[in-house]
């Protein structure tokens, strides 16, 4: 299962980029948690520096922009087909 982070203190644009996000899951077909986080402190443990900011599975895909559905796609594929590599390693 994937987890996202939005990243963003709540405006207009963290609002789209959370649809974004769950329009490509739907797309996908996959389960994921989606959280939007909006304190200050948490989010620059991502080292963004500007918001709005997407998180897949700890890694910061997109920061400043709000990004298409097809690259949410292509970020969450990469993410699943790293976590099958890591459960083959197990």
Do not use: F
Not at 7 to 12: E, F, N, R, S
Not at 45 to 58: C, F, N, S
């Amino acid at each position: 299962m994937l987890s996202i982070k939005v990243l963003g203190p709540g405006c207009v644009n963290c609002y789209v980029m959370h649809q974004v996000a769950v329009d490509a899951l739907e797309m996908l077909d996959v389960e994921a948690t989606i959280q939007h986080l909006t304190d200050h402190v948490e989010i620059q443990k991502y080292a963004i520096m500007r918001t709005p900011g997407l998180v897949i599975d700890e890694q910061l895909v997109c920061a400043g922009r709000i990004p298409s559905i097809k690259e949410v796609i292509s970020w969450a594929e990469e993410a699943l087909a790293q976590g099958e590599g890591k459960e083959k390693s197990k």
